[in-house]
């Protein structure tokens, strides 16, 4: 086995994100041409419009995180939708990658990030984004927006080894590479 890597966990930033999907959470816009509305009581504003590819349909799933280990040694990617992650209570560390810019449909680890997703932000991850996702502490309960038919077809994978299409998952060792460290 390789040797470890190190990457820096980064605070979720706008630009820095923007190569992987959509930061979630950013504040109230004061562009007046935005889809927005602001009350003493209430504000609200549009951010993103949500993608479950073609023929799919959009689900809200809650999700429990509790690898707390900061060691890559797996990703995780979905073909078809976007994902949508919002940490309900402490914020979460969230890896991502994008894919080889060949047919091989394999993570470029080159451009592997890591971000902390504070509480009160989220990401919207493109399909095709490879990723994984850690705690700092305990558990964290997340809202995720997904595509209903990939969580059927992933819970069936994973709970009885159904053949998955639209969600691949990859060992960082199959690839011949080093697990990777998060730094925080």
């Not at 979905?78 to 940490?87: C, D, K, S, Y």
């Not at 449909?105 to 991850?125: K, N, S, W, Y």
Request: aromatic share 8%; hydrophobic share 40%.
């Amino acid at each position: 086995m390789k040797p470890a890597k190190s990457i820096q966990v980064e605070p979720l930033d706008e630009q820095e994100f923007a190569p992987f999907g959509q930061m979630l959470g950013s504040p109230f816009p004061p562009d007046p041409s935005a889809i927005a509305y602001g009350h003493p009581g209430s504000d609200f504003w549009h951010v993103h419009d949500f993608n479950p590819g073609a023929g799919g349909n959009t689900e809200v799933l809650w999700v429990n995180y509790r690898n707390a280990s900061l060691r890559v040694t797996r990703l995780e990617v979905h073909w078809l939708t976007e994902q949508a992650i919002v940490p309900l209570g402490d914020g979460l560390v969230h890896v991502v990658c994008p894919g080889r810019e060949d047919s091989s449909r394999l993570p470029d680890l080159t451009r592997l990030r890591a971000f902390r997703i504070e509480l009160g932000q989220g990401v919207c991850m493109r399909a095709g984004c490879w990723h994984a996702s850690f705690v700092l502490g305990g558990q964290v309960t997340c809202m995720m927006l997904t595509r209903h038919s990939t969580t059927q077809e992933l819970v069936a994978h994973l709970a009885r080894g159904s053949a998955a299409a639209e969600t691949s998952m990859v060992e960082l060792a199959s690839l011949d590479a080093a697990e990777w460290r998060l730094v925080v």
